[in-house]
């Protein structure tokens, strides 16, 4: 028990300091009698938020009506191109089985496990690159980081379209991986930089939902694309499209997005500061530019960070196992290539419907783990299903159900997403997490497709043995995550008690509407406490280290 005390000594101590330095400005900005922003000390503004240079200690008044005026006017600017470049990602990705379905393993001459190999190098890339993406997402601008990796995958799609052998074809997966490792790191980052936590949830579906209709257009393309008749192969010509409308995005990201509020050229100034001051409740800040090391040692130190990417290599897993085999899993059922397509379309409108499902029950329930674990359930009934039952024409309707059944799984991922960056703060250990959490999900990705053997077609029934032991042990860990957080919001209310402020704080931030941070907030103690609540939101400091970070199930 010794070590656990003096680390919690040096915590306190170390919150004590943050909370005297933000109490000092306070009360130099009282004396000036303005709550001005200049007002702020410079070495605080250099080390925290870049919000802070719009607000200071400053504490601005918001409506609701504010509040969703501002809300609506981020969804269209920022979510729209979101959505619209994640789709791209996904499709871009999930073009490689319908390739398959339209000749290209004959075409390539692709042999044993090859093509289960070119299906997992994309993500053996993404595992490469996450060291440096946490680091690109915290240095280089959001505005400029997005089209360069949109372009970069954009590119490498369209040359896939070019590959002749299965040497080729591996490179340019390789590429495609490369730059699209940074994408669900980079969005998610985004994400909680323009929204409050409750709004968090349905945001992350609306660009992560982008799966369903990515299956719903990669389905029609190809079925419309593989009846042009062409002296190119029709794979070829599927991911020469998808790849061509990639790249011509590129300048379009350029052009919608901005960095963050401070730089946001859709809101006024007094609405910059609005929309500052909307996220305080957070407490996880709206970003940095300084890559802090003791911000990703933290995360690396942390059993919460290692418990959400065992969920990410859980789900993931599953999820590729849908975009690789699925339309040859459909083929194993007794359907042509064309029917193959086409079957896939509904198919991808469930897993839309069942990703907004997931998140709104999170949003209306505010309950992360029990959506999560719930969704889960139809899952392993699918396996099951497509495990027991035979493979006759007489079992077409409940194998195509239970192959349905594994959407659900996609519910899982935007939940996982929404569920570490609510409990993560620091604009480095959020991007670090971001990272090992998509690196996990390339881990997860790598493996799924090496379950599925040429050698167990059509049935695949080793794999999907497998893969329902994995979806049992993501529900065990999902309960093992719950209680870590029930501890750690524990260990904050006794550092908030140490420091005289109130053992209870209100998480205004999963309010379906704005509340202020200090309603509800009020303390026993004195007036210079209560003044002092909220006053670490945008200091980029982790959420170890604010003692009024509130961790979320």
């Known amino acids: 028990m010794a070590p656990l005390n003096k680390n919690e000594n040096h915590d306190t101590t170390e919150l004590k300091e943050i909370a005297q330095h933000v109490e000092a400005i306070e009360l130099g900005d009282s004396r000036h009698g303005t709550g001005s922003s200049n ?21 601005i ?6 509040n969703r005026k501002i809300r609506r006017k981020t969804d269209r600017r920022i979510l729209t191109i979101l959505v619209w470049i994640y789709l791209l990602q996904i499709l871009d990705k999930s073009v490689l089985g319908y390739g398959a379905v339209f000749g290209l393993q004959t075409d390539l001459k692709l042999v044993g496990n090859q093509y289960s190999l070119v299906g997992s190098i994309a993500p053996i890339a993404q595992v490469c690159i996450q060291p440096f993406t946490s680091y690109l997402i915290v240095k280089v601008p959001h505005r400029i980081l997005m089209p360069s990796l949109c372009l970069g995958w954009g590119i490498a799609q369209a040359c896939m379209a070019g590959c002749t052998s299965y040497q080729g074809l591996l490179v340019a997966r390789f590429f495609l991986g490369l730059f699209e490792g940074g994408c669900l790191p980079l969005f998610s980052v985004i994400t909680t930089h323009w929204y409050r ?13 982008t799966n369903g209709w990515a299956t719903i257009f990669a389905a029609a393309l190809s079925y419309g694309l593989g009846h042009i008749p062409s002296h190119l192969y029709p794979w070829q010509i599927l991911f020469l499209f998808v790849g061509l409308v990639t790249i011509a995005t590129a300048p379009l990201a350029y052009w919608r997005l901005d960095n963050d509020i401070t730089s946001a050229r859709f809101l006024t100034d007094h609405e910059k500061a609005q929309a500052i001051e909307r996220l305080r409740a957070n407490q996880t800040g709206t970003g940095s530019n300084e890559f802090k090391w003791d911000q ?9 960070t290692w418990l959400f990417i065992g969920l990410s290599i859980l789900n993931n897993l599953g999820a590729q196992v849908t975009n690789t085999f699925g339309p040859l899993i459909l083929q194993g059922l007794g359907f042509d290539k064309y029917k193959t397509s086409l079957l896939n379309m509904p198919f991808g409108a469930v897993q839309w419907l069942i990703i907004l499902a997931a998140s709104y029950c999170v949003q209306k329930f505010r309950l992360k783990s029990a959506v999560l674990a719930a969704f889960m359930m139809p899952v392993v009934a699918g396996l099951v299903m497509l495990y027991l039952l035979p493979r006759s024409k007489g079992n077409d309707g409940p194998l195509l159900a239970g192959y349905y059944l594994l959407a659900f799984l996609y519910g899982g991922i935007p939940i996982i997403v929404s569920w570490i960056v609510s409990n993560t703060a620091g604009t480095t250990k959020k991007s670090t997490i971001m990272s090992l ?10 493996i799924g497709p090496l379950l599925f053997t040429k050698s167990d077609a059509p049935g695949y029934y080793p794999g999907l043995r497998k893969v329902l032991a ?5 529900i065990v860990v999902v309960g093992i995550q719950v209680v870590n957080l029930m501890v750690l919001n524990k260990m904050q209310s006794k550092k908030r008690v140490r420091n005289g402020k109130p053992a209870y704080l209100k998480d205004h931030s999963m309010e379906s509407r704005y509340v202020d941070f200090a309603e509800g ?29 509130v961790y979320v199930y």
């Open 61 to 66: 008044i918001l409506t609701e009506e504010d």
């Open 470 to 474: 994995v979806f049992i042990v993501m």
């Open 296 to 304: 990703v040692l933290e995360a690396l130190l942390e059993p919460k």
């Open 197 to 209: 936590r409750a709004e968090q949830p349905l945001r992350v579906a609306a660009w992560y939902g």
């Open 521 to 549: 907030n009020e303390s026993n103690e004195s007036g210079e406490v209560r003044r002092r609540l909220g006053g670490q939101a945008f200091l980029d400091i982790t959420d170890r280290k604010n003692d009024e970070f």
């Open 39 to 59: 007002d702020t000390d410079p070495n605080l503004k250099q080390h925290g938020d870049r919000a802070l240079a719009i607000v200071g200690s400053e504490r």
């Open 437 to 446: 959490y998509n690196g996990g999900a390339s881990i997860g990705n790598i």
